[in-house]
């Protein structure tokens, strides 16, 4: 998968290549091989060994296409995949020729975790309207345009499919 850090023009490629024992790993970094040994690892962070120097990791915050983490006291944003919300927004409402819609619509099938705007929020373009959980990862549904929000059209802990309407933003 490609990764890019923020602030770095250059994106790595990370791979595992083989499991060589329990929490033993064989990784690709930019086709460097590494050993890597997990020692402890949390929801919240994770201890290991890599090429014979201990790290720990602190996850703080992790969206649609980004994770920010703190490697051994420095904080970093990594970028998961650059484009991402570039093409989430993209697929979440606009029509053809750029005029905008009143239904925002779900571009991926997940589940409602949080609700952002509530009817009769007025909203700009790209405001979160709500958080859906799609293959462990959150991706935030964001405003196709300004407005104000007639109908939120799901609930918290709902689930919703591809093309589903979440809300109409007149």
């Known amino acids: 998968m490609e990764y890019k850090i923020q602030d770095i023009e250059k994106t790595f490629n990370a791979e595992i290549v083989q499991q060589l024992a329990n929490s033993e790993y064989l990784i690709k970094i930019n086709n460097n091989e590494k050993n890597l040994k997990i020692l402890n690892m949390s929801p919240r962070s994770i201890e290991f060994v890599l090429d014979q120097k201990y790290h720990v990791v602190k996850y703080l915050d992790n969206t649609t296409s980004q994770m920010k983490i703190v490697v051994d006291g420095v904080p970093i944003t990594l970028h998961r995949h650059q484009k991402l919300n570039e093409i989430v927004f993209k697929n979440s409402g606009e029509s053809a020729g750029g005029i905008s ?21 007025t909203v700009k373009k790209g405001d979160v309207i ?4 799609s293959m462990k990862m959150q991706v935030s549904i964001k405003s196709h345009k300004d407005g104000t929000v007639k109908k939120i059209k799901i609930k918290e802990g709902a689930t919703v499919a591809k093309n589903d309407v979440i809300a109409e933003i007149e």
Do not use: D, F, Y
Request: net charge neutral; with cysteine; charged share 15%.
């Open 101 to 121: 819609q009143l239904n925002l619509h779900s571009q991926i099938p997940g589940k409602v975790v949080k609700i952002s705007a509530s009817e009769g929020t």
């Open 130 to 133: 709500c958080v859906l959980e």
